[in-house]
């Protein structure tokens, strides 16, 4: 189904959170551990460590100032690990947090397991749910859809970006890549492979797979992921736009991409004289840092024509759980809603460049200070945005777009695999996994 996106800042942020839109199985709501007196020491995983520690633990410091007993112990974890060390965690039967970093890419999964809490008496009781974005609830909700309960307390919202090095473009006469032809035409004319200049870098590594739906949709413009109950992964125009970004990979882009995740994806771009990158907002103060405001612009995705509709898939709300086995959840909650209160939400998303989930930090001026972000406000409150829901409420869903598929997308790029091979097998395991979600619903 196509969206058409009223102007408004609320609008932008429903349309990021409503990730999913149907249920996945989950537990019988009753509770494990124990609340504890509110004091005392308590652990939190953060889902993206490295990138977000310095911010987190500035938080922390933030909390335990303004709460004196209550010690918090910080653990980053890469996100490209995060999932599996949950569920390491889940299945030994101790060692989970008290709070977590989580994303609705994976929220179905820990609910399925029993692993988190429900959350929704905590936020009526506390007044929180007031202060969220009823949309970013709702996507919440939406993820495992069991008895209108929340599992995770949302804290921003993201969205695909093109960054740009505004510097190589202005020195080859090149213009902004706001179209597809631009794009490429860039990608070939900022490649030179003896100096080691390239046009783009790619991540061909561990979290690649959200990038490579991404570059298919928003080429193709297909509005849906699914048409009736099988999914337009194959279709001949993603197909065709697949192999025209593989195509890309150690012609116009580095060899070392194809073990790319996300640190080395950016690491090569920052370090070297890299033309593009397609991430999402959450890199800008990266990019920010090693090239000054001045050298480096994030646009949209690009569209088929100048000022022509845009695609994008929609992307993960991220947010914090608090996980069943803990002893300390009065105090674990305590932190969550510290963390999602205006100030600390609006100082963790300025740092991040994403969108808040606190709605009087949505109105700070910063957002519209930072270019990327405002960038990302009007091109998907446009009427003629086209966002493609993914469905994260698979249980299977990181699974199938993790270990199942990202090695089969460095066989495409070495060319040990053809395009249609790749979609093919990916819809095949989509596909069988909707029937077994659909068939548990009845």
Not at 305 to 325: A, M
Not at 400 to 416: H, M, S, V, W, Y
Request: charged share 20%; glycine share 10%; hydrophobic share 40%.
């Amino acid at each position: 189904m196509r969206q058409h996106l009223p102007r408004s800042t609320s609008a932008l942020v429903t349309v990021l959170a409503l990730a999913a839109t149907a249920t996945a199985c989950g537990d019988d709501g009753s509770a494990s551990g124990g609340e504890g007196d509110g004091t005392g020491t308590i652990t939190f995983w953060d889902n993206n460590g490295g990138p977000r520690t310095e911010i987190w633990e500035r938080i922390i410091e933030d909390f335990e100032a303004e709460y004196p007993d209550i010690d918090v112990e910080y653990v980053g974890v890469p996100i490209a690990e995060v999932q599996s060390k949950y569920d390491a965690a889940i299945q030994g039967g101790d060692g989970l947090p008290d709070v977590g970093g989580v994303s609705t890419a994976y929220l179905a999964n820990l609910v399925a397991q029993e692993a988190l809490d429900p959350l929704g008496d905590r936020l009526a009781e506390s007044g929180l749910e007031e202060q969220l974005m009823p949309a970013m609830l709702e996507g919440v909700r939406a993820t495992v859809g069991e008895n209108d309960e929340v599992y995770q307390v949302p804290t921003s919202a993201n969205q695909g970006v093109l960054w740009y090095r505004t510097d190589l473009f202005d020195e080859a006469g090149l213009q902004p890549p706001e179209t597809w032809d631009a794009f490429f035409t860039a990608a070939e004319e900022l490649t030179a492979r003896g100096d080691n200049r390239f046009g783009f870098t790619l991540r061909g590594g561990e979290g690649s797979i959200h990038h490579v739906l991404e570059m298919m949709y928003a080429q193709s413009g297909i509005d849906s992921f699914w048409n009736g109950e099988t999914t337009t992964v194959n279709d001949p125009a993603n197909v065709e736009a697949l192999e025209r970004y593989a195509a890309l990979y150690n012609t116009a882009t580095p060899e070392a991409d194809l073990n790319n995740d996300f640190t080395n994806m950016v690491a090569t771009f920052t370090g070297g004289d890299v033309g593009m990158l397609q991430h999402n907002l959450g890199s800008y103060a990266d990019h920010v840092a090693a090239f000054g405001e001045d050298a480096v612009a994030g646009l949209p995705m690009p569209a088929g024509e100048e000022g022509g509709p845009r695609t994008f898939i929609s992307n993960p709300v991220d947010g914090l759980g608090l996980f069943r086995s803990s002893d300390n959840k009065d105090a674990a909650w305590t932190f969550i809603e510290f963390a999602a209160s205006h100030e600390m939400n609006s100082l963790w998303n300025e740092s991040a460049g994403q969108i808040p989930a606190n709605t009087a930090a949505v109105e700070d001026p910063w957002i519209a200070e930072a270019p990327p972000t405002l960038a990302a406000v009007e091109a998907l409150s446009d009427e003629n945005t086209t966002v493609v829901q993914l469905p994260y409420y698979l249980p299977d869903w990181n699974n199938i777009t993790k270990a199942d598929t990202e090695p089969n997308f460095q066989r495409l790029l070495l060319g040990e695999m053809s395009a249609q091979e790749f979609a093919d097998d990916l819809a095949e395991r989509l596909n069988e996994a909707q029937a077994e979600w659909q068939e548990q619903r009845r």
